[in-house]
């Protein structure tokens, strides 16, 4: 006998087994359960292509991590493992990083109008 129910966000399968050779007579089936969560979600990753540097020339790899990106303007590492150029354009519209922007724009013509 096999009882399933399934919700939007993961999928429960419980599977009775009974074994009608029990050594202790009892009558209680067994259940393994298995679980699986965010069902039909991807089961890949997106790795930096540095191609995208053509487009966002502020960005470069992470030495250590295939699936994240080093924002020069912001001095920080972002994934980009879910959603690839997606999760760059995201950052790149992110207030902080407009706002880093500014800043290094500000730094930048203070610089220039040194004697």
Request: aromatic share 8%; glycine share 4%.
């Amino acid at each position: 006998m096999s009882d399933s129910t399934s919700d939007s966000d993961d999928t429960t399968t419980t599977t009775y087994l009974s074994d009608s050779n029990d050594l202790d007579g009892s009558s209680n089936p067994k259940k393994a359960k298995v679980t699986r969560k965010n069902h039909g979600a991807a089961v890949f990753r997106t790795k930096f292509n540095p191609q995208w540097r053509e487009k966002f020339p502020f960005i470069d790899t992470v030495s250590d991590d295939i699936y994240s990106f080093y924002c020069n303007i912001c001095k920080r590492s972002v994934k980009c493992s879910h959603m690839g150029i997606t999760d760059v354009e995201r950052h790149a519209g992110n207030r902080m990083h407009i706002a880093n922007v500014k800043a290094a724009r500000g730094q930048l013509s203070a610089y220039n109008q040194l004697p």
